[in-house]
């Protein structure tokens, strides 16, 4: 697996122990939650376990969300990313599942499409995926954007623990034949 990804602004790598305090401060801020029906974490231990389980999904699916760091600061902005998805979720299973999430003071700049087609762009071209899904709470209208303006389709909507959410899908011809990369 490639240990990094590089676009115009952001450095994309697997998340690291080290990124425990730029993880905290992500996932300890309630705004960051508003939409994904999860609680704040409380102390930086809850981060490490997190770590270490996205860790270990590299090692067990080869793929899983990655730090997004600003190039010209070295700042961890948040993760994004593709998850390999062993569990059910809306009737499927085994798939790959686009998500990300930023710190609020980087939302509405453009890093979440930035990142999300990089990542798409990887999951044709490195993972030789078929298709890639991506879920959004139909309240969450940036996140919704995101996902359209990287090309990816809604089917339907779906209930998801309490939460109507927008389901949506991209195949690797549809993205192939956008972005006219070579796969």
Do not use: C
């Not at 710190?103 to 509405?108: A, I, M, N, S």
């Not at 709470?137 to 339907?156: F, H, M, P, R, T």
């Amino acid at each position: 697996m490639d240990k990094f990804i590089v676009t115009e602004r952001l450095l994309l790598r697997e998340l690291v122990p080290t990124d425990v305090d730029g993880m905290f401060e992500l996932d300890s801020d309630p705004e960051v939650h508003k939409f994904i029906g999860n609680k704040p974490v409380i102390n930086k231990q809850q981060v490490a376990d997190v770590i270490n389980i996205l860790r270990q999904q590299y090692k067990d699916n080869g793929i899983g969300r990655w730090a997004v760091i600003d190039k010209n600061t070295n700042e961890f902005i948040g993760w994004s990313g593709l998850k390999f998805m062993t569990e059910t979720t809306n009737n499927h299973i085994n798939y790959y599942d686009l998500g990300y999430r930023l710190k609020t003071k980087y939302w509405g700049k453009g890093f979440a499409t930035e990142t999300a087609f990089a990542f798409l762009e990887y999951a044709f071209e490195k993972l030789k995926a078929q298709e890639v899904y991506a879920m959004a709470n139909i309240e969450n209208d940036a996140s919704n954007n995101v996902l359209k303006k990287v090309g990816l389709k809604l089917i339907e909507t779906f209930n998801f623990e309490e939460i109507i959410h927008n389901w949506y899908k991209i195949e690797r011809t549809e993205f192939v034949n956008r972005t006219h990369i070579n796969t």
